[in-house]
């Protein structure tokens, strides 16, 4: 049985100091505000977020397990239809 307590990808990258809480609230807040404006603004916000989901995917895929990669992948695909329905 895996340890939960145990960093899933250890690193010691320029994201390896931010604290989780911290970037957690900041995720809330940018997909909440780009869903609360709506309209080109909140689409960038969201594209913004989606940017983010894409660059930490490519950089961790081939350290994802199969079933990691598809959950992310999933995410990113909501992402990216909200983000097209708040046009």
Do not use: E, H, Q, Y
Not at 5 to 21: C, E, F, H, N, S
Not at 36 to 54: D, E, M, S, T
Not at 57 to 72: E, I, S
């Amino acid at each position: 049985m895996a340890d939960s307590k145990r960093a899933l990808i250890p690193g010691a990258g320029p994201l390896a100091k931010v604290p989780a809480p911290v970037v957690f609230v900041l995720v809330l807040a940018l997909f909440g505000a780009g869903v609360l404006i709506r309209g080109p603004v909140g689409a960038a916000l969201l594209g913004v977020l989606a940017l983010g989901v894409l660059g930490l995917l490519a950089t961790t895929w081939r350290l994802l397990a199969p079933g990691a990669r598809v959950l992310r992948v999933l995410v990113l695909a909501v992402l990216l239809l909200v983000t097209a329905s708040v046009l």
